[in-house]
């Protein structure tokens, strides 16, 4: 089968891998489409240091192909958004219903593909870059069979991320302020996750003025080409500043621009030794930098919600898919994503 394979120098389609039976609480999916996300671009640049080979992709929705033992909330034939999150449901941080700080969710990568003999390792417990993938049961959420999977399978990661952490981690309130650094996928989902919170004032930045139109269907009520005309919408303050981007100058913008009490949420991904510098007596105001892990997120509850958001034209997807590509056009899929000239690329078999 067709796959998107990272093998430590370079990400190449090829058309012999495969993949093994679902085992016990597991489900095959057959793949319809997979958002390009910028985490996939970052295992491939060495951002995010992954063993190789590995087959790439997280962000995907499908069709059930076959389930394991075990197995009864989904069935052959169901339409199904894929989660990143392979969590226990069994130790402490699952039964608190965090399933985001499950250590068995993090560092543990499976190989259930081979090419040629050889084990492949899979990418975020997902690997949506492939015709078909394995899952384990928790990660496969039963969506309605009308919403397009083209649109279905950026739930997955960029709307979890975003507007989880808009509603489930800053947990932005009624009339509060809300400033956005980075009008990529992810930025985009959190301006949508302000407007859906209520968010009185909801300011993006972002250094491309082409991203404005787009920006302000999902919600900004502000948007500016630099952070440093912030202060003139927001002369105190914000409540909430998102750092979208993954650049430590920009975290410390983030942090800069708080209002008292105000939060900095860190949604972007620098290098993974990068450090971040701030004045610390800034912070006495009451004011909080925040990690976010996925926005939070609690995919079997989420997904169904999110899908219920969209199906009742509150929550937008479609409009995130600037442009899909067959899985043969991936590498001019990642040129358009590096360049910034499309909010979201999706990947179709």
Known sequence: MRGVLFDGKRAEVVDDLQVR???????????????????????????????????????GAGVVAEVGAGVTHVVPGDHVALSTLASCGACAECDRGRPTMCRRTIGRPGRPFTRAGRPVHQFASNSAFAERTVVKAVQAVRIPKDIPLTSAALIGCGVLTGVGAVLNRARVGFGESVVVIGAGGIGLNVLQGARLAGALRIVAVDA?????????????????????GVREVLPTGADHVFECVGRVELVRAAIDLLDRHGQAVLLGMPAATAEASF?????????SILGCRYGASRPQRDIALYATLYTEGRLLLDELVTRTYPVEDFEKATEDAEAGRVARGVLTF
Do not use: Q, W, Y
């Open 21 to 59: 039976e679902p085992g016990p609480g597991e489900v095959l999916v057959a793949v319809a489409a997979a958002g390009l996300c910028h985490s996939d671009l970052s295992v491939i640049d060495g951002t995010i240091p992954f063993p190789a080979p590995v087959v790439l992709g997280h962000e």
């Open 208 to 228: 491309n003025p082409g991203k404005e139109e787009m920006a302000r269907r999902f919600g900004a009520t502000h948007f500016l080409t630099s952070v440093d």
């Open 279 to 287: 004045v610390v007596s800034s912070l006495f105001l009451d004011k």
